[in-house]
């Protein structure tokens, strides 16, 4: 379509204060090495490749929408994660940001381990042949079926996340003639999120026990005293897409301080503290966050100037990042279908996608970036509003961002940093079919999770 047939749209501040951006890029062609995947880049003739392979040449092998996972950038990653704590301290890759058997060899190759909440991640970790004993299990509310398969293959810790679960998993892991490692989950006042952290009061939650009015050294009191758990230390997670290291050291110092409570009133020095994941990545340009080895020098800085004050030797420290090492690593590629412009609002833009591959901005009010991607353009930037297929207005993929004005339908558009939260919150809204993820490496790709078909819906519906 002609870009008369769509105006640019407008560019003036008081549009613009409703939403992410103060002021158009100055080159929409430049594709920012903050929220793209390390081999992302845009040729001479203006297509973009990932991993070598131009996204024109992936849409037409793979369809649209589709995740396209860069996996040298996802084992760079773990790596750096890996390296960045060393052999002092112990990685749990978050399975919930996504998780699929390629991801679990990616993993387990690359040195990491591997925390699950469910069952089902459970399976997909054991079937791509994790290490159980590599394998911590979480969860608020494990069902009695999922604890005992738990403890029965192996797994190298469970976190206790409530009073019941303390005997549940002691009961269980006797009967199975076993003593089970667990962590105690406690919840330490502190809830933090992107810039900022909340020092009181949020243990009005349903995870994890409170360390205020004691109810923590209550827990350890009864885990100490079962015969089918090993108590090995206390987990802490305190919030998501955190830039701000202030919340976790709030949390470690008080984990510490409960770790020397305990010390005194029972002599035992707990030997491994958890601090969780929630390390927060760049989804637009504006986001800057910390890189791995900071985030491991801060936190065991913090620990061992804690424990050293408590009198304490330092304990093993884990950390569980999810989004920060599979985050940044995908893509979502879409074609455009529809264009609509609202002369003096916006332009919406219509993909064939939308929440049911991410529901991120409609959930959270999550922000990302957009590119044109199957071509370059020199057009003057438009205010966009990307939009999905789904029968509801708040189906936004990217609430407020500038494509070039000459957008026109079959244009590929790719939304970056989808690699968390996307694929494993994606839904069948619609009876829409969840897009396969690819990975991509080296100018090869290959299908790691498949594109569900109509046959699979059918499936399920048995009546
Ligand atoms: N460990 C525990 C105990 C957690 O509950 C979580 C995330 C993580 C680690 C990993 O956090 P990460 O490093 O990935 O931020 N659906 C939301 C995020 C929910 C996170 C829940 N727990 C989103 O899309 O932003």
């Given amino acids: ?131 159980a004993e590599r394998i911590a ?59 900022e952290f909340i020092a009181t009061a949020h243990e009005d939650q349903k995870f994890g026990i409170a360390l205020a009015g004691g109810e923590a050294a209550e827990a350890v009191r009864r885990a100490l005293k079962l015969d089918g758990i090993e108590l090995i230390g206390i987990h802490s997670h305190i919030g998501s897409q955190i830039f701000d290291m202030a919340g976790f050291e709030v949390s470690a110092r008080r984990v510490v301080q409960l770790l020397a409570e305990v010390r005194d009133e029972h002599g035992v020095e707990l030997p491994e503290i958890d601090l969780g994941g929630g390390l927060g990545i760049a989804y637009t340009s504006d986001d800057d966050p910390c890189e791995p080895h900071e985030i491991a020098k801060a936190l065991s800085e913090i620990v061992t100037r804690e424990c050293a004050a408590a009198g304490l030797r330092t304990p093993r420290i884990s950390v569980e990042p999810g989004r920060a090492i599979v985050g940044p690593t995908a893509f979502t590629l879409y074609e455009v279908g529809t264009i609509k412009p609202l002369e003096g609002l916006r332009t919406y833009v219509s993909v064939d996608g939308g929440m049911s591959d991410n529901i991120r901005t409609a959930l959270y009010d999550a922000e990302y970036s957009v590119a044109l991607v199957s071509r370059s353009s020199d057009a003057e930037p438009m205010l966009v509003r990307v939009v999905g297929k789904h029968c509801e207005s708040g ?69």
């Avoid at 409703?18 to 793209?36: R, S």
């Avoid at 303390?166 to 003639?177: C, D, F, K, P, Y």
């Avoid at 690699?419 to 790709?445: E, I």
């Fill in 137 to 195: 299990f979480h969860g608020n509310n494990k069902t009695e079926d999922e604890i005992h398969r738990a403890i029965e293959v192996g797994v190298g810790r469970v976190v206790l996340d409530s009073f019941q679960e303390i005997v549940r998993v002691s009961h269980i892991a006797e009967r199975l003639g076993k003593r089970q490692r667990v962590q105690i989950r406690v919840t330490v006042g502190v809830e933090a999120h992107t810039h």
């Fill in 1 to 131: 379509m002609s870009r008369s047939a769509h105006p640019a749209g407008p560019r003036h501040a008081d549009v613009l204060t409703e939403g992410h951006y103060t002021a158009p890029p100055t080159d929409l062609n430049a594709l920012d090495a903050k929220v793209w995947s390390r081999t992302v880049t845009r040729g001479p003739e203006g297509v973009v490749s990932m991993g070598g392979i131009e996204v024109t040449r992936l849409a037409e092998e793979f369809g649209t929408p589709a995740y396209f996972v860069d996996e040298a950038d996802f084992r760079a990653r773990c790596r750096a994660w890996r390296d960045a704590f060393g052999t002092g301290a112990d990685v749990f890759y978050a399975g919930k940001a996504f998780l699929s058997r390629a991801v679990v060899r990616w993993l387990h190759e690359e040195g990491l381990n591997l925390d699950v909440c469910s069952g089902g991640e459970l399976a997909t970790a054991l079937a791509a042949g994790m290490p």
């Fill in 395 to 463: 189906d936004i993929v990217v609430r407020d961002a500038f494509l070039p004005a000459d957008l026109a339908p079959g244009d590929l558009v790719a939304v970056p940093a989808t690699g968390a939260y996307c694929r494993s919150m994606a839904s069948n809204y619609n009876h829409a079919l969840r897009p396969p993820v690819v990975a991509v490496d080296s100018g090869a790709a290959r299908v790691i999770v498949r594109r569900e078909t109509e046959e699979d819906l059918l499936r399920l519906d048995v009546g």
